[in-house]
């Protein structure tokens, strides 16, 4: 059973960058059997997919045409975890971040706790 | 504004079925059988409940289906029982790596 542990601050001042990690245990970040997301989800904007990050010969990155110029996944295969980093931030990401394991064709069968995330000085 | 438009609510009453519809685009649900629902309770994380339109994953009661016609999808839960109370959401692929959500339905059994 796939697990994600989430980690990361909680409050972030606007213009400034969002990071947070998701902890694979039970699998590896680098199996060609999944797809690794962030998704957030706030009052205002619902669920929203932000982007993933997936191995099948390289490392394959997409991300949604709301935040693709905001936003970074990136894999860590030594600590067998990944993360997201978000620049430029507004009051408007405020929202709880999740990190997902699945392939957007097939849905997200093992979710984070969950981070809420505050944006505000 | 979500890309998927789903009613705000939905209720039935024990043991009756109660059915949710999700609008896509041609984009979207039209094109693409990975339509994926998720059920999520109060404070909860979302637990996916149906992929690729129709497919229960392990563990998933029976109670919960898929269907999708056109470019709208449908989530039916049959013999409601009061802990099918929660909100529901649904999502597709909608193409070039990109998902899409809808805005969610707030199940109430009465």
């Known amino acids: 059973q796939v697990q994600l542990q989430q980690s990361g601050p909680g409050l972030v001042e606007p213009s400034q960058t969002l990071s947070l990690t998701c902890a694979i245990s039970?699998?590896?970040?680098?199996?060609?059997?999944?797809?690794w997301n962030w998704i957030r989800q706030s009052p205002s904007r619902g669920l929203e997919w932000l982007g993933r990050?997936?191995?099948?010969?390289?490392?394959?990155?997409d991300y949604a045409p709301s935040v693709k110029s905001r936003l970074t996944i990136s894999p860590d295969t030594s600590g067998n975890r990944f993360s997201l980093q978000m620049n430029s931030v507004t009051p408007e990401d405020t929202a709880v971040y999740y990190c997902?394991?699945?392939?957007?064709?097939?849905?997200?069968?093992?979710w984070g706790q969950g981070t809420l995330v505050t944006v505000s000085s | 504004q979500s890309a998927l438009t789903q009613p705000p609510s939905a209720s039935g009453s024990p043991g009756q079925s109660v059915t949710i519809s999700c609008t896509g685009t041609?984009?979207?649900?039209?094109?693409?059988?990975?339509v994926s629902w998720y059920q999520q309770h109060p404070g909860k994380v979302p637990k996916l409940m149906i992929s690729?339109?129709?497919k229960r994953p392990s563990g998933v009661p029976d109670r919960f289906s898929g269907s999708k016609s056109g470019n709208t999808a449908s989530l039916t839960v049959s013999g409601l029982q009061p802990e099918d109370e929660a909100d529901y959401y649904c999502?597709?692929?909608?193409?070039?790596?990109?998902?899409?959500f809808g805005g969610g339905t707030k199940l109430t059994v009465l």
């Open positions: 997902t394991r699945g392939f957007l064709s097939f849905g997200f069968d093992s």
């Open positions: 039970g699998e590896s970040v680098a199996t060609n059997r999944a797809g």
């Open positions: 990050t997936y191995y099948s010969s390289k490392w394959n990155y």
């Open positions: 041609s984009s979207d649900i039209g094109t693409y059988n990975s």
């Open positions: 690729e339109v129709s």
């Open positions: 999502s597709s692929y909608a193409g070039n790596n990109n998902l899409v």
